[in-house]
Structures are given as structure tokens and as C-alpha cells.
T-cell receptor, first 112, second 116 residues
């Protein structure tokens, strides 16, 4: 069953702008991960945030987690054309399940 | 790039064919995964192997048959597939399959499968 759901489904911005993508989930989680996928390629892990963390940074990436709202956001600052990709959140299903469940993703296009 | 390779990268097969997808990881991981990615659908976990033992079969039809001869190699044997099985099949590995939610998964580039 689908756990994480990204919003928006597609996002188009200009180079230099910030891009914000959101992920909502249904059940309590232990961790939430964000992955990136270039067109027709495999996924690449970006960042993991634990349920007891509220914010995490990695380079131009900033991830927040609000467990009360069951949501997370991924912010890419000063976007570049090379950031064009699909971005997925992945969560465990809670209840002791260790399976990682992915959302449908947000397709980000950064125009030069 | 990520230490996980998949062959072939593209495969076109008829519904009566038998073919196999191969995945190899060079990361020393103990867990390997098969995922199916169809257009406009979430990534679907198919199988998980941990230390060569299958630990997850996500209600996958028997026309998909996985094989894990060792921790570095994973195969997906395909037989009498349907057109709706056309998708990108992704292989991934991680250090420990019993901690999927915390382990980083490293993905291969995928095999684009078309069933005619």
C-alpha cells in the first residue's frame, strides 16, 4: 500500500530559484528518506531524517519533518539545471515493518 | 556509478519468451531487492533477499522468479509475461535487509522491459 505521497506531482522553476516538494504519509514512521531519480535511471539516496529529528541539511538540500502533521518537505536552494529529476520520499510502514515504501514522486524541471 | 550494475539495460520480449535480468553489486552488501517502476505508479517492491535468503515476496505473480545464488548476484527470471508487465525493473542493495527503513539503498540503472 502507498505510504508516502509527494506534492506537487510536477514542478517547473527557473535556475537559481528554490524548489520545495512535500511528502505526506499515513501511519507513524521511524524514518523518512528522500531519493532522486534522473530520467530512466536508478534512484540515488539524498538524505534520511529520523522521526525524532525536525530538520536536516545536506549541501543545498534542507529536509524538514513534522510528525504531528505526518508530512515532510524537501527544499533545494539555488536550483541548477542539473537538479532536473524526479524526487521520491520513502518511509517505513510503521508497526515494526522494515519495508521501505515509495511515493509516486515529484517531477522537477529546472529551466536554464 | 553506484556499484550496482544491471544487464541488459533494455529488453524486448514476446509473451511466450523466457528471459532473465541480472543484477550485480560490488558494495559488499548483504541485502538485495527487486523493484518494479511503472508509469504513473509508485515504485513497487517485489522481492527482498538478505544473506541469500528470500525475506520478502510482495505477492508477485509466479511468472516472475527470483534467484539469489550469493550476496552479490540477483536474477529475475521472466516467463510468459503480459504486456502490463512492461516497466523499468530496478535492482537495489543495502547493508542489511532487516533494517530497510534505516539503511541507504543503492540502486542500479534499471532494465527497461517491453513485453509485446
Amino acid at each position: 500500500s502507498q505510504q508516502g505521497e509527494e506534492d506537487p506531482q510536477a514542478l517547473s522553476i527557473q535556475e537559481g530559484e528554490n524548489a520545495t516538494m512535500n511528502c505526506s504519509y499515513k501511519t507513524s514512521i521511524n524514518n523518512l528518506q528522500w531519493y532522486r531519480q534522473n530520467s530512466g535511471r536508478g534512484l540515488v539516496h539524498l538524505i534520511l531524517i529520523r522521526s525524532n529529528e525536525r530538520e536536516k541539511h545536506s549541501g543545498r538540500l534542507r529536509v524538514t519533518l513534522d510528525t504531528s502533521k505526518k508530512s515532510s518537505s524537501l527544499l533545494i536552494t539555488a536550483s541548477r539545471a542539473a537538479d532536473t529529476a524526479s524526487y521520491f520520499c520513502a518511509t517505513d510502514q510503521g508497526g515494526g515493518s522494515e519495508k521501505l515504501v515509495f511515493g509516486k514522486g515529484t517531477k522537477l524541471t529546472v529551466n536554464p | 556509478e553506484t556499484g550496482v550494475t544491471q544487464t541488459p539495460r533494455h529488453l524486448v520480449m514476446g509473451m511466450t519468451n523466457k528471459k532473465s535480468l541480472k543484477c550485480e553489486q560490488h558494495l559488499g552488501h548483504n541485502a538485495m531487492y527487486w523493484y518494479k517502476q511503472s508509469a504513473k505508479k509508485p515504485l513497487e517492491l517485489m522481492f527482498v533477499y538478505n544473506f541469500k535468503e528470500q525475506t520478502e515476496n510482495n505477492s508477485v505473480p509466479s511468472r516472475f522468479s527470483p534467484e539469489c545464488p550469493n550476496s552479490s548476484h540477483l536474477f529475475l527470471h521472466l516467463h510468459t509475461l503480459q504486456p502490463e508487465d512492461s516497466a523499468l525493473y530496478l535492482c537495489a542493495s543495502s547493508q542489511d535487509g532487516t533494517r530497510s527503513s534505516t539503511d541507504t539503498q543503492y540502486f542500479g540503472p534499471g532494465t527497461r522491459l517491453t513485453v509485446l
